[in-house]
Structures are given as structure tokens and as C-alpha cells.
């Protein structure tokens, strides 16, 4: 018989399941053990990665999402092991982690399952490893907060068992789904995870049913995995919100009667109005009510600098009400357009944002402002002080929402990142041709090598890697497994320096992943994953580019009708590109696996379709290179170079 039976249900996150497998293999290396892989109908092709990567794996293809547990359980009744592990496809395991779990069952036949130490990707401790079973008090302190102002109290903080040391092993009551081992035997005494479950709660009511039928749970330190969490499930949203109370609502019918469970489930609606009401202030903010905000800070900075003008500056001055009241919403109105066009209500906040908006509309209201006649002029200090007062209030708002969490903050994608590879030489240069390839902006700084291998080439070895990251601008490593083990990859981040992003590569695998924040969704590099034309800034500038080369024809015609052979074919190209039915530069092939754009007039070659004689394979190419490195400059160059096509 099996010694273990490791079971990972996927769906969409094929990149960190790839790392996941590779570790898992490393750790049932001397083990007697299968690995079974259930997809619940995933659409980012899963299934034409994995299986030729993972051939000793057995995967089960689903036709639809059956939900976590039911997936769970398709596996459990072919498993052959005497132990299963529920393991989630977004973790790294070390190398001896699976025997130490075996070997704790061994020396604790009382236990009923085991779980972990889990860290995220930056190294910093899951509190979710460890829980008690949720009751109404415990509900209580962590929706009012005492939970987080009180962290290691044993009153407060019983939720995630703050006042248990982390690196020590304990009896606990919850174990996290991530990682749950389990004696077959157990299973089946007490069944396995329960289907009325979808997803969220299905580990605490297998937990709590494991502890009835009288065994023992733990929490076990010994061994430390890497759970990015966020990745299988996207935290954060509406949707998340209302299936994880509602599966903590399942639990307390299901396990607890009388008055305990109508307080329980009182707390656990009041749960779901306050996160609801977070989220949705959040969306509001996002969609609507940022912009409306803005707008109300730029009119009020406006008039806050006049007044202040009047009264101490230039009190000689009489300032025309009509003049003001025109000129200053039409001001706000300008500062709103040039800041959208920058990005600066882009899904996520970057400070970066904000500067480049903020200069943006400074240049275009000042300029503006210096082609008015002199009659409507009223004082270019009030406008310059106005929008420094509202950049200085802008930016304070976004500080607050961000400590609220109504914002979320993201990197500056396309500043240059100096990024230190963890590598040999032969990993080193697959992952930085697998950075290049993809279109990512890092800046490879260079190699750090292990520390019994002197390289020229290398910049130093591992135990310099907290001098490396102070002598230079370090934002991100990426930790290669050629000469580290998973498991000093794991021992290493945890004693890395806040503020330094963590990336992962498995000798083999074909990406690169990695996540900064436990609650929000990672991100992985792999070969062709990363299309700029797909960002919303530069959708937005293709079609503002569009509209504009669209008014530029119409108000030069005269010259078209003189440069272009096919006068009427030119005329409407200009017509259908105006009435968005075209762009002016499309592809040169069918992209099924590029990010849709609409069909082009001329294409990325810079000729038409319809005299693209270039090989099918170069045309690919073209197109690829086209969506990876888009700027609306480059559409500008091959307009421009491409004139001669646009009547075709």
C-alpha cells in the first residue's frame, strides 16, 4: 500500500501549480506516494501544460467547476495511500516535509490530521495556520477589531491562536485546507470534506468532525511551507465576501443549536453587511466615486487659493465672478480628462500616478490658460497654487483609502525594477531570457551563487545577499532552484528585509511566479503572458490616438486628396476607424491567443492584410511583438511609415 496519497484541485492557476508539482516531486522522492491532480474545468489551458510536464501525475479533467470539496472527494475515492494530503496548487513544500508529517503521525497515534507552518511569498507568517473553531465571541473581536489591536492575547486573538508561539507544535482545532493530512483510516470514520460546501468553511467542519469522533488535531512547526494564497481564490471581492460568511453560516447550522446559533449567525450577518458595505464603497470609489471626489477637491482647491488670493496676495484685484464661475469647473473638468488619459484611475493606485497626472494637467490648464484673450485671464498664480493644493489633498485622501483599504495599492509596472537572480549560470540564463521573452521591465542586476561556487560573473553568493540588497536598489529576487534546495529557498526569504519582492523558478518549469501581498492575487512571468497593448492606459491611448489621427485627416483633406490614389477607399477607412468599427493599426493574422483588438487597416508590418505576403510564421511574430511591446507611439510611427496603405 501507498505511504501517501497527495491530492491538489486547480483551477486557473497552472503557473503555480507547475512550481507546486515540481516541489511535490522533491518531496515524495523517497516516499511511496501518488500525486493526483483534479482541474475543475480551468480555461487558462491547463490542460495543454501540465500533463506532458507532469507525466507520473494522474489528473482528472473536469467538464464543469464541481467546487472544492466535491473535487476533493473525486480524488479521495481512488487515492491508494494510507495518508492523505489535501494540498492547494498555489503552496511550495520543502524537501523532507512530507516525511517529518509521517514521521509526527508515527510518534502521535492519537493525532487525526495535521497541519503546517505556512508563510506567504514574502516570507511572512500565515496566522490561519493555526485556529480555533469559530464561536460568537471569537466573531465578535475580529469584526470589532480587537483581534488585530491585540494580536498575542489568548481572549482576543483565540480566533488565529495568537498566544501560541509559531515555531512550536500544538494541539489545535482548525487546520487550514492548504495543507490538511489525514490517516486514510480517519477518513473513513468520519467521512471526507463535505459537498453542501462549495468553497471556504469545508476544512473547519472536517476539522471539527475529526475532533468528535475523538481524535486530535495539530498544528505542526517543524517544517515550513509557501502558501501564496490569494491565488486559487481571489480575496477581496463581493463575491468572497458573501461565500465565506455564508459558508461560516453553513457551519454554525450544521454543528451548534439554541441561542448560540442565533447570536453566531446575528454576528455573522452583520459580517456580511460590514464587508459588503467596505466593498461596495470600494467599487464606488474605484468606478465613480474617485473621480467624483477629485473633482470636488479640484473645484474646492480652486476657489480655497483664490479666496486666499484676494485676501492677501492681490487685494487691488477685482476677479470677474462670471469669469471664475466658468473658468474654474471647465479647469476641474481638464484636470479630470488629462488625469484619466495618464492612468490615474487605473485598477490600483500608484503614488507614480498621481505625480504623472497631477504634471499632465498642470501643462495642459497652464498652457491653456496661456492662449485665452486677456479678458478672460484672471491670474496664472491662482491656477499653479490651486493644483498644487489639490495634489497635496488628492494625495492624503488616497493615503487614507489606502489604510481603509477602499484602495489598493500596485507597483509602478513600468518603472525598471533591479532584480538579483538566485541562480547557477545555466537556470540564470533561462530565467533571464524567460524575463526578456515575456516583455517584463525588470532590470536583471545580476547572479548571486551558492556559497561553495566561485564565479567571476556572480555578484556574490547567498550569505550576501542582505549587504546585496542594501549596496543596491534590490525590489525583487528571484530564487532559482538549481542551487538551493525548496527548503532553503523557504529558510532564506524568511530572513530577508521588508520591502523585497520575492520570485520563484523551478529547474524546468517554464514560469515564474511569485505573490507580495497574501490577500490579493500574485503574479507569475512566463513566455508571452504579458501583452502591454492589454493595459488600460494603453487601450485607452489607442483609442484616443484613433480619434485624434481621425481629426487630423478631416482637417487636412485637401492634402489626401492629393497624396492618396484611392481617395474614396481612404475616406472610409477614416469613417469606419471614427465610428470605432476599426483601428487604424490591427494585426496581421488571426490572434486567438493575443488580447483582441479590432481588425486594422494596416496591420502590424505596417502594410494591409490584403498585401501581406510574409510567411504565416512572421506574421505570428510580428503580432507578438506588436501586443508585447505596444505604445501608442509605435501605432504614430507605423501610421506615418504605412501612409501609402491607408486608402486599401
Known amino acids: 500500500m501507498l505511504h501517501l496519497s497527495v491530492i491538489i484541485v486547480n483551477y486557473n492557476v497552472k503557473y503555480f501549480l507547475e512550481q507546486c508539482l515540481y516541489s511535490v516531486l522533491k518531496a515524495v522522492k523517497h516516499i511511496n506516494a501518488e500525486i493526483i491532480v483534479v482541474d475543475n474545468n480551468s480555461t487558462d489551458n491547463s490542460k495543454d501544460l501540465l500533463p506532458s510536464k507532469f507525466p507520473s501525475v494522474n489528473f482528472i479533467w473536469n ?8 473535487a476533493n472527494n473525486q480524488a479521495v475515492a481512488i487515492a ?64 470589532s477589531g480587537l483581534t488585530r489591536l491585540f494580536p498575542h492575547s489568548k481572549t482576543f486573538a483565540r480566533y488565529h491562536l495568537g498566544h501560541l508561539p509559531e515555531h512550536e507544535d500544538h494541539e489545535v482545532d482548525v487546520l487550514a485546507g492548504a495543507f490538511m493530512m489525514i490517516p486514510a483510516a480517519v477518513l473513513q470514520q468520519t467521512g471526507s470534506f463535505d459537498e453542501t460546501f462549495f468553497m471556504y468553511g469545508e476544512d473547519v467542519d472536517l476539522s471539527y468532525r475529526i475532533q468528535k469522533a475523538g481524535y486530535r488535531n495539530f498544528y505542526f512547526a517543524q517544517s515550513t511551507i509557501i502558501h501564496f494564497k490569494g491565488e486559487s481564490t481571489k480575496k477581496g471581492s463581493l463575491n468572497y465576501v458573501r461565500i465565506f460568511y455564508s459558508a461560516m453560516s453553513l457551519f454554525v447550522k450544521k454543528h451548534y443549536s439554541g441561542s448560540r446559533a442565533g447570536v453566531f449567525n446575528l454576528l455573522i450577518q452583520t459580517g456580511i453587511f460590514l464587508r459588503a458595505l467596505l466593498s461596495v464603497i470600494g467599487k464606488f470609489l474605484k468606478m465613480i466615486g474617485l473621480p467624483l471626489i477629485d473633482a470636488a477637491v479640484i473645484f474646492t482647491s480652486f476657489l480655497c487659493v483664490k479666496g486666499f488670493w484676494s485676501m492677501y496676495v492681490k487685494k487691488e484685484v477685482n476677479y470677474s465672478p462670471n469669469v471664475l464661475v466658468i473658468a474654474f469647473p471647465v479647469f476641474t473638468v481638464i484636470f479630470l ?12 493606485y500608484k503614488q507614480a500616478q498621481l505625480n504623472r497626472s497631477t504634471i499632465m494637467a498642470g501643462l495642459v490648464l497652464l498652457s491653456g490658460y496661456a492662449l485665452l484673450p486677456d479678458s478672460m485671464r484672471f491670474s496664472r498664480g491662482i491656477l499653479l497654487f490651486g493644483i498644487v493644493l489639490a495634489f497635496v489633498i488628492m494625495s492624503m485622501l488616497r493615503w487614507l483609502f489606502l489604510q481603509w483599504n477602499l484602495l489598493s495599492r500596485v507597483e509602478d509596472e513600468n518603472s525598471y525594477r ?8 545555466k537556470d540564470f540564463a533561462g530565467v533571464t531570457a524567460l524575463i526578456q521573452r515575456a516583455g517584463m521591465p525588470e532590470k536583471v542586476l545580476g547572479r548571486v551563487n551558492d556559497s561553495n561556487t566561485s564565479s567571476s560573473k556572480a555578484l556574490g553568493s547567498i550569505q550576501q545577499l542582505p549587504h546585496l540588497i542594501k549596496k543596491y536598489p534590490v525590489k525583487e529576487i528571484v530564487f532559482c532552484e538549481d542551487i538551493l534546495s525548496f527548503k532553503e529557498i523557504i529558510a532564506i526569504v524568511q530572513q530577508l528585509p ?50 485624434v489621427l481621425c481629426i487630423v485627416f478631416l482637417l487636412t483633406f485637401p492634402l489626401h486628396l492629393i497624396l492618396q490614389k484611392n481617395r474614396l477607399q481612404f475616406f472610409k477607412n477614416l469613417a469606419l476607424v471614427l465610428s470605432r468599427q476599426r483601428t487604424w493599426v490591427g494585426y496581421s493574422a488571426p490572434a486567438a491567443k493575443l488580447p483582441p483588438i479590432k481588425k486594422g487597416i494596416i496591420t502590424s508590418t505596417t502594410l494591409p492584410q490584403s498585401v501581406n505576403d510574409l510567411p504565416l510564421e512572421s506574421l505570428y511574430l ?6 508585447t511591446f505596444y505604445s501608442a507611439s509605435r501605432d504614430l510611427k507605423k501610421v506615418i511609415r504605412g501612409y501609402r496603405y491607408l486608402c486599401y
Not at 510580428?622 to 501586443?627: C, I, L
Open 337 to 348: 480628462i488629462a488625469s484619466y488619459y495618464s492612468g490615474l484611475y487605473d485598477k490600483g
Open 63 to 70: 467538464s464543469v467547476n464541481v467546487g472544492f470539496a466535491k
Open 622 to 627: 510580428s503580432d507578438e511583438w506588436y501586443a
Open 498 to 547: 521588508a520591502g523585497v519582492n520575492n520570485k520563484f523558478h523551478a529547474s524546468g518549469s517554464s514560469s515564474i511566479v511569485g505573490s507580495n501581498d497574501k490577500d490579493i492575487s500574485g503574479e507569475y512571468v512566463s513566455i508571452n503572458d504579458h501583452y502591454t497593448i492589454n493595459d488600460p492606459i494603453n487601450k485607452r491611448n489607442k483609442n484616443l490616438l484613433d480619434v
Open 80 to 143: 491508494k495511500g494510507d495518508h492523505i494530503l489535501f494540498l492547494n496548487p498555489d503552496t511550495i513544500v520543502p524537501e523532507d516535509c512530507f516525511e517529518s508529517c509521517l514521521q509526527f503521525f508515527q510518534q502521535h497515534p492519537e493525532a487525526g490530521a495535521l497541519g503546517i507552518r505556512m508563510i506567504d511569498g514574502t516570507g511572512k507568517f500565515l496566522k490561519e495556520s493555526k485556529r480555533a473553531f469559530p464561536s460568537p465571541l471569537t466573531s465578535l473581536y475580529k469584526l
Open 418 to 425: 533591479q532584480t538579483i537572480v538566485v541562480a547557477g549560470e
